[in-house]
């Protein structure tokens, strides 16, 4: 059970945009400006795509985008590409002793 | 070029220890807390352990609290994970990972896969 929920799945077409939640509470995502998002291809380690809610490492397309609402953040991803299919999680601040708490993830197909 | 290399993993039987290393370059390492995260198969990502840059100050997961150590060897550019007590709920990829803040994660290691089995 992770601490975070997110949908095991979701799927679009080339070129259309998706957008994934992630839920959590007033102790996480609710309470710090600290989502992130990861993308993560199978046998792969974790990519950070977005950190601090909104912002993107050198390197990730601006396609992908965040946003946070209340204890929602959503990760939107803009015009689908095929390579853009992998598994997505997010992730949250949650305290010193959590430290950081993680979604079960999301497995994007691009139909 | 930052690169996290994490190796050590193996199959071990309910009970036993196993350790895990991972080594640094491309950063000056010791300015950086280290942490390790595990993905049980099939699963989603869980945070283990964190070891701050002089090795001070450790904080756990609570259920791995009094089996698993986070050591580093700031001279050597490397961390360790030492698993002790092992059990089957503890099988899982653990990766090796560079925390920014008490936020997010910036890079990753490859990964090491530890099945604890009979």
């Known amino acids: 059970q992770s601490a975070l929920t997110q949908p095991p799945s979701a799927s679009g077409s080339p070129g259309q945009s998706v957008a994934i939640s992630c839920t959590g509470t007033?102790?996480?995502?609710?309470?710090?400006?600290?989502v992130s998002w990861y993308q993560q291809y199978p046998g792969k380690a974790p990519k950070l795509l977005i950190y601090?809610?909104?912002k993107r490492p050198s390197g990730v397309p601006d396609r992908f985008s965040g946003s946070k609402s209340g204890n929602t953040a959503s990760l939107t991803v803009s015009g689908l590409q095929v390579e853009d299919e992998a598994a997505y999680y997010c992730?949250?601040?949650?305290?010193?002793?959590?430290?950081?708490?993680f979604g079960g993830g999301t497995k994007l197909t691009v139909l | 070029e930052v690169q996290l290399v994490d190796s050590g993993g193996g199959l071990v039987q309910p009970g036993g220890s196993l350790r895990l290393s991972c080594a640094a370059s491309?950063?000056?390492?010791?300015?950086?807390?280290m942490s390790w995260v595990r993905q049980a198969p099939g699963k989603g990502l869980e945070w283990v352990a964190n070891?701050?840059?002089?090795?001070?100050?450790?904080s756990y997961l609570e259920s791995v609290k009094g089996r698993f150590i986070i050591s580093r060897d700031n001279a050597k550019n490397s961390l360790y994970l030492q698993l002790n007590s092992l059990r089957a709920e503890d099988t899982a990829v653990y990766y090796c990972?560079?925390?920014?803040?008490?936020?997010?994660?910036?890079?990753w290691g490859p990964g090491t896969l530890v099945t604890v089995s009979s």
């Open positions: 007033s102790s996480d995502v609710g309470g710090y400006n600290s």
């Open positions: 601090e809610v909104t």
């Open positions: 070891i701050k840059e002089d090795g001070s100050e450790k």
């Open positions: 992730g949250s601040s949650a305290g010193r002793n959590n430290f950081v708490v």
């Open positions: 491309g950063f000056t390492f010791s300015s950086y807390y």
């Open positions: 990972a560079r925390p920014r803040g008490w936020s997010y994660f910036d890079y």
